[in-house]
């Protein structure tokens, strides 16, 4: 995205903080890892890993999703082997 400023272009990046996934991030962009290396994607929208569950970090994997899954079956009490709670 770009816009005017004081007669000057710019462009400003546009970063989607979701609830419980990750945080997506107008690419392409360069991920500068704690270590000082440096991770390049080159997509158009780029997906960051906040969960810290991602096999490919610094970029989300889905693996989130796992973990909402094992909360719910949590929540819904222990099933039996036929798949009933119990
Ligand atoms: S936020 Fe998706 S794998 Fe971590």
Partial sequence: ?????????ERVSRVVVTGEGPILVEGP???????????????????LCTCR????????????????????VDRAGPLTSAGEEA
């Fill in 1 to 9: 995205m770009t816009s005017r400023s004081g007669g000057r272009r």
């Fill in 29 to 47: 962009v360069d991920v500068v890892m704690d270590n000082g290396t440096v991770v390049r994607s080159a997509r158009s929208l780029v997906a």
């Fill in 53 to 72: 569950r991602s096999r490919i970090a610094p970029f989300c994997d889905t693996s989130h999703r796992c973990k909402v899954r094992a909360e719910r």
